[in-house]
């Protein structure tokens, strides 16, 4: 098993940045790719960002592309998500997700993941 624990949400207002941390904990060994999604209320989880291996493959939700990267440090079992030019519509909690393997055609559906923390919300105030 592999536990999952998101930090680093908070309140900010638009144009403002932060930075999300996922830390793995179990058998880190067996993750191989590595992923934020969000979910905002009344809406389904969504697809963010994501990164494979060792850096080899990243992708982004288009509506991220350029203001958000994501990131990992192997050593620290830990992952990130930097977020720039916040805006109202970024509102929405935040979840890590690990996975056992990288899936060209599917990994932006949340089915592809075994794993997922508990959430950290961020607020994009206008």
């Known amino acids: 098993q592999v536990q999952l624990v998101e930090s680093g949400g908070g309140l900010v207002q638009a144009g403002g940045s932060l930075r999300l941390s996922c830390a793995a904990s179990g058998q880190t060994g067996d993750v191989y790719t590595r992923a934020w999604f969000r979910q905002a209320p009344g809406k389904g989880r969504e697809f963010v960002a994501v990164v494979s291996g060792s850096d080899i493959t990243v992708d982004y939700a288009d509506i991220v592309k350029g203001r958000f990267t994501i990131s990992m440090d192997n050593a620290k079992d830990t992952w990130y998500l930097q977020m720039n030019s916040l805006n109202p519509e970024d509102t929405a909690r935040y979840y890590c997700?690990?996975?056992?393997?990288?899936?060209?055609?599917?990994?932006?559906?949340?089915?592809?993941?075994?794993?997922w923390g508990q959430g950290t919300q961020v607020t994009v105030s206008s």
């Open positions: 997700a690990a996975g056992t393997f990288y899936s060209q055609n599917n990994h932006q559906l949340t089915t592809v993941y075994g794993y």
